[in-house]
């Protein structure tokens, strides 16, 4: 419009001034040149109004959907977060924290092990004491600098019993020394540290923080071979120097052939928590060692569990979904044809307000398909045979992408991936009979899909499925399956049971810490 006026201009005026201070409004020609300057700034700014509302209407046209995508990502971001919150020791301070006791006041009678100075000991509680079987280290395996030595005469084969270690000059600094076993310790035994009173002791093996600070009595560590020293730090009580008063520093070779088992009373919690995991101090680690956790949330049923910081088993879980209902229960919904390209399936009821942005949806294997990776909700945990679930022998077989290399193995209560993968690195087929039997047919799947989560006309939520995406589950009419969310649950009380096994018979396993983290 601008240009049409300003030629119409040209031809009766000339070329039109732009500067409003240089017009003669006398003129008709100024007057003209005026009206036209008005007109063109007008004509603009109806331009400029218009563009906005248009930009206005593409930005609400997408605000919810930029709202909801925002929304999606900070869930998945909090479920991290919270995650390697839980995961995190130093953050204890900064989430719901409660240790459960190991005393013989919060056992429940079913406990086996030994209880002493806060420890769960992997052996009998009728068995006889170290100290009645140990084989006495002498004062030539120790060193220390700027401590004394009591009752003893200084000899270096006099045997260490009934002696008292303190520093030559009182300080509120910590008693260190060490103790060398280079060339003592030929089998797997335990060395034992028999105080006469408690200790707050700090154990080091190998110059490595083997047991965090804790008020002890009798100190058992397993050692071998390999062990070349072990690192003892006592700290002072209320800021005062205190010498540690020994009967006995030794090792036994005892042997201990009976698994042991402790379990605790309910500990109360009384606060709401969608996860939670157990911290350990234990020696799980040592290969010689075998601990198997259980947990108990709300008197449920016993769930296996990997403690946090020592999560090595095959996927059992470390962190614990307190209601793993929500999610192992599958909420279908029919397709319906909108298009070749469009087949909708509307979102369940009781999900429509809590989903957004994306979600998880599960394609059930009913065409029976077995050369591809499959997914089964476990319901409880299972003991599956390895040859058992591969059709050929000489495939590899993975469980939630990690290669499975013992014979017999538990598949716990949760959502599990497997996948057989032949010697040329192609996926191969699983028995999906033996697998259907054991874990139910109605809980296998060909698929998982994230979808977008759509509106239609109505404000209703749906999701939509091309062909390729469900041929493999089925034709044009079929089901989809949304898992449950993860919700925040009253968790009231929680039990801990723990089952002790030293592999080498000698090695004693111990449970010296059990703490609950939640969010």
């Known amino acids: 419009m601008n240009d049409i006026l300003n030629k119409f201009f040209k031809v009766s005026f000339g070329e039109p001034e732009k500067d409003i201070s240089q017009l003669d409004i006398n003129s008709e020609g100024g007057r003209k040149n005026l009206d036209l300057i008005v007109k063109n700034l007008i004509n603009e700014n109806v331009d400029k109004v218009s563009r906005v509302e248009k930009n206005v209407k593409t930005i609400n046209s997408n605000f919810d959907q930029k709202i909801a995508e925002l929304q999606y990502k900070i869930n998945k971001v909090v479920e991290k977060v919270r995650g390697a919150i839980l995961t995190e020791r130093g953050t204890s301070g900064a989430i719901y924290t409660t240790q459960i006791p190991i005393n013989k006041q919060q056992i429940s009678n079913k406990t086996t092990t030994q209880i002493k100075d806060g420890i769960a000991f992997g052996v009998p509680e009728n068995s006889e004491e170290y100290?009645?079987?140990?084989?006495?280290?002498?004062?030539?395996?120790?060193?220390?600098?700027?401590?004394?030595?009591?009752?003893?005469?200084?000899?270096?084969?006099?045997?260490?019993?009934?002696?008292?270690?303190?520093p030559k000059t009182q300080t509120s600094t910590p008693i260190e020394f060490k103790i060398n076993l280079s060339g003592v310790i030929r089998t797997d035994s335990s060395l034992v540290l028999d105080l006469k009173t408690h200790g707050i002791i700090e154990v080091y093996k190998n110059g490595q923080l083997y047991q965090e600070k804790s008020l002890l009595k009798n100190v058992i560590i397993?050692?071998?071979?390999?062990?070349?020293?072990?690192?003892?730090?006592?700290?002072?009580?209320?800021?005062?120097?205190?010498?540690?008063?020994?009967?006995?520093?030794g090792y036994t070779e005892l042997i201990y052939g009976e698994a042991t088992y402790f379990e605790s009373k309910n500990i109360d919690i009384?606060?709401?928590?969608?996860?939670?995991?157990?911290?350990?101090?234990?020696?799980?680690?040592?290969?010689?060692?075998?601990?198997?956790?259980?947990?108990?949330?709300?008197?449920?049923?016993?769930?296996?569990?990997?403690?946090?910081?020592?999560?090595?088993?095959?996927?059992?879980?470390?962190?614990?979904?307190?209601?793993?209902?929500?999610?192992?229960?599958?909420?279908?919904?029919?397709?319906?044809?909108?298009?070749?390209?469009?087949?909708r399936f509307l979102i369940p009821n009781n999900l429509q307000t809590n989903l957004v942005y994306k979600h998880d949806i599960f394609l059930k294997n009913n065409r029976g398909i077995d050369n591809k990776a499959l997914t089964f909700t476990v319901q409880e945990d299972t003991v599956l045979i390895k040859q058992a679930i591969l059709k050929n022998a000489t495939d590899k077989l993975f469980i939630n992408n990690r290669l499975v290399k013992v014979d017999d193995i538990t598949l716990y209560k949760g959502i599990n991936k497997i996948m057989a993968v032949s010697e040329k690195d192609e996926v191969s087929s699983l028995n999906t009979e033996y697998l259907n039997t054991l874990l139910g047919k109605d809980n296998s799947y060909i698929s998982t899909l994230t979808k977008e989560i759509l509106t239609d006309s109505t404000g209703n939520k749906y999701i939509s499925l091309s062909v390729p995406e469900f041929i493999d589950?089925?034709?044009?009419?079929?089901?989809?399956?949304?898992?449950?969310?993860?919700?925040?649950?009253?968790?009231?009380?929680?039990?801990?049971?723990?089952?002790?096994?030293s592999i080498d018979k000698k090695t004693v396993p111990f449970i010296s810490r059990l703490l609950v983290r939640g969010v």
């Open 270 to 343: 009384n606060k709401d928590f969608s996860q939670l995991v157990i911290d350990t101090c234990d020696n799980s680690n040592d290969p010689n060692i075998e601990i198997n956790y259980h947990i108990s949330i709300n008197n449920g049923e016993w769930e296996s569990f990997s403690p946090v910081m020592k999560h090595t088993a095959l996927e059992k879980q470390s962190i614990i979904t307190i209601d793993k209902s929500q999610i192992l229960k599958m909420y279908t919904s029919q397709g319906i044809k909108h298009s070749d390209g469009d087949y």
């Open 222 to 249: 397993p050692v071998d071979i390999n062990t070349a020293s072990i690192g003892i730090r006592s700290y002072p009580a209320v800021h005062k120097t205190t010498s540690l008063s020994f009967n006995k520093i």
């Open 131 to 166: 100290s009645n079987d140990l084989s006495l280290l002498s004062l030539k395996n120790l060193e220390f600098t700027e401590l004394h030595l009591r009752s003893l005469n200084k000899h270096s084969n006099d045997a260490l019993e009934n002696f008292i270690i303190e």
């Open 473 to 501: 589950s089925f034709d044009t009419v079929g089901e989809v399956y949304f898992p449950g969310i993860k919700a925040k649950h009253l968790v009231s009380t929680v039990r801990v049971k723990a089952e002790l096994k």
